[in-house]
């Protein structure tokens, strides 16, 4: 079955501090990943994306990586801001359909505070 | 930030009513999804659309429906309202052509509460 695990489930931190969130997927086949960002009652927005030849790809302080052999990804943010609290949900797609399906975790829910 | 729109926002109705969630975009994108959130919960395909005049049902059985009538305009009806459709919907477009980075676009999303 097509899965895809995010781990914590919620995370506070304090401001400035780095986190990391992690994503672990059983999509098969696989095409790419997308880490989005969601504000409260807000719809994601896609931070980055990466497909089977990347490992690393940054977006100012958030930077993710792809381990496709172990079908692992993590979302590393450097010195958090209070903007920062949102959920991050990890989005898998697969090469399955020419729709390219998408499967979607549910979400880290990160908490900044000052 | 992306030029899809949602209306209303919040939404607040009684059961057995009509009701319409409007999404429009204006990036020209042939394709459009209508997503269901629960809180917590990942989102859950419930339509989806290549262009005018196209529509398919998504992964989550859904009792609402669809249309496609103009490129930019993807509206969500549900005939009869029932509290189980609360929830949030989110409506998405992307660009056509290759499918391996389409980024999906999303709206601010509509909070339905059916009472």
């Known amino acids: 079955k097509n899965q895809v695990e995010q781990s914590p489930q919620s995370l506070i931190i304090l401001e400035g501090k780095n986190c990391t969130l992690q994503?672990?997927?059983?999509?098969?086949?696989?095409?790419?990943l997308r880490w989005y960002k969601q504000d409260t009652g807000r719809g994601p927005v896609s931070l980055t994306i990466?497909?089977?030849?990347?490992n690393t790809k940054s977006n100012g302080r958030y930077t993710a990586t792809l381990d496709a052999d172990t079908k692992q990804s993590s979302l590393h943010i450097t010195a958090s801001q209070l903007s920062d609290s949102a959920s991050y949900i990890c989005?898998?797609?697969?090469?399955?359909?020419?729709?390219?399906?998408?499967?979607f975790g549910r979400g880290t829910q990160l908490t900044v505070w000052p | 930030e992306a030029d899809i729109y949602q209306t209303p926002r919040y939404l607040v109705i009684g059961t057995g009513k009509k009701i319409t969630l409007e999404c429009s975009q204006t990036m020209g994108h042939d394709k459009m999804y209508w997503y269901q959130q629960d809180p917590g919960m990942e989102l859950h395909l419930i339509h989806y659309s290549y262009g005018v005049n196209s529509t398919e049902k998504g992964d989550l059985s859904s009792e609402s429906t669809v249309s496609r009538i103009r490129t930019e305009h993807f509206p969500l009806t549900l005939e009869s309202a029932r509290p189980s459709h609360t929830s949030q919907y989110l409506c998405?477009?992307?660009?056509?052509?290759?499918?391996?980075?389409?980024?999906?676009?999303f709206g601010p999303g509509t909070r339905l509460t059916v009472l």
């Open positions: 998405a477009s992307s660009e056509s052509g290759p499918t391996i980075t389409d980024t999906q676009y």
């Open positions: 989005v898998v797609s697969d090469r399955g359909s020419t729709l390219g399906r998408l499967y």
């Open positions: 994503c672990n997927y059983t999509v098969s086949p696989f095409s790419n």
């Open positions: 990466m497909t089977f030849s990347e």
